[in-house]
């Protein structure tokens, strides 16, 4: 079965748990960060992130945002948070797309196809250009964000000097062809 991206229910609550467990048994950092919310209380992780996407319960200074997650059968291979609209900072780190894939699902494609898959989320917001970015020392997700059509621009150096490569992707570039 093709790798999809759902959005989160509770039918996939034990697929999650797994793809969670994994991620923090592997000792890595949690990649989007919006899977850093403990799924203890599952029901209600999955409320906040359906009020996430709504603007109006958005606080002030932030910005709505949909997460889905990549699944294949009953399986969860990675999870994407796709942000409505950028801030100032955004614009530096964050971008519209943050993603990542289970540990033990890298180097298989997913990754690629999670982002592709996003692109097309991010055309149904009505978004004509999209900025995704990645550390400069990841270089699977620099590849897999070329592959998707992305245009680097300037590079921008946090505070403790990790540089952050910025990327641009034109709606023209986000299309459902493989």
């Not at 850093?36 to 109006?56: C, V």
């Not at 948070?81 to 540990?103: A, D, F, Q, V, W």
């Not at 978004?127 to 992305?150: P, Y």
């Amino acid at each position: 079965m093709n790798p999809v991206l759902i959005q989160p229910t509770l039918y996939y609550q034990n697929a999650y748990l797994d793809f969670y467990e994994e991620w923090i048994n592997s000792g890595e950092e949690l990649a989007p960060s919006i899977i850093k919310y403990s799924p203890d209380k599952f029901e209600e992780m999955l409320a906040h992130l359906q009020e996430a996407a709504q603007e109006e319960k958005t606080p002030a200074g932030r910005v709505p945002h949909s997460t889905y997650w990549l699944a294949a059968e009953d399986k969860i291979l990675g999870a994407v948070n796709i942000r409505h609209s950028l801030t100032k900072e955004l614009r530096n780190t964050g971008g519209h797309i943050g993603y990542g894939i289970r540990p033990s699902e890298r180097r298989k494609g997913y990754a690629t196809e999670l982002l592709r898959q996003a692109l097309l989320k991010t055309n149904e917001l009505g978004l004509k250009e999209v900025l995704v970015m990645c550390n400069s020392d990841n270089i699977g997700s620099k590849k897999t964000i070329l592959h998707n059509g992305g245009a680097a621009e300037y590079d921008f150096i946090e505070p403790d000097a990790t540089v952050i490569n910025r990327f641009w992707i034109h709606r023209g570039n986000c299309t459902d062809q493989k």
